[in-house]
């Protein structure tokens, strides 16, 4: 698994460490969804305003937003790929502006929130959704469930 890390923005300190934290995160996911483990996912962070310009090209939405996902693939697709084959799952891109203020309402470290987001964004990129109720709830569900076994508990 390989997760490329690109920090577009200056507004918010990005800590090395993050960097390794969120690497072994993504993999914990990957290996607990059973993806293939050749994978490599593009994490890019932003800060409110071109992530306010991703919103509005793709999704319509003139405001800015904490996460995007851009996946590569379809879920059923993805479960025909070998193992062995090197993959672009796609791009998760978060505003490290946004995910700082939902961290101070939240209670939570800056830290946690970003890693939250960018499971929620793999999650996305692995096909899951929360257009309706029913979606919404399996995934909060998962991203509690991998966010545990991740190490990262509320």
């Not at 890390?5 to 996911?29: F, G, M, S, Y």
């Not at 939250?116 to 919404?136: A, T």
Request: glycine share 4%; charged share 30%.
């Amino acid at each position: 698994m390989s997760l490329v890390i690109t920090n577009l923005q200056e507004k918010v300190l990005l800590p090395h460490q993050w960097e390794v934290n969120l690497e072994r995160i993504a993999q914990v996911c990957l290996e607990q969804e059973n993806v293939n483990p050749a994978a490599e996912i593009s994490l890019v962070f932003v800060d409110d305003q071109e992530i306010r310009n991703l919103n509005k090209t793709y999704r319509g939405l003139d405001a800015p937003t904490d996460v995007l996902s851009f996946p590569m693939y379809e879920r059923e697709d993805l479960l025909e790929i070998s193992d062995e084959e090197v993959i672009l799952l796609g791009d998760i891109v978060i505003s490290l502006e946004t995910a700082s203020r939902q961290a101070q309402e939240y209670g939570h470290s800056l830290e946690r929130e970003v890693a939250y987001l960018m499971v929620h964004g793999l999650l996305h990129l692995l096909g899951y959704d929360h257009l309706v109720e029913e979606e919404k709830k399996i995934m909060r569900q998962r991203e509690e469930e991998l966010l545990t076994s991740a190490g990262l508990i509320r």
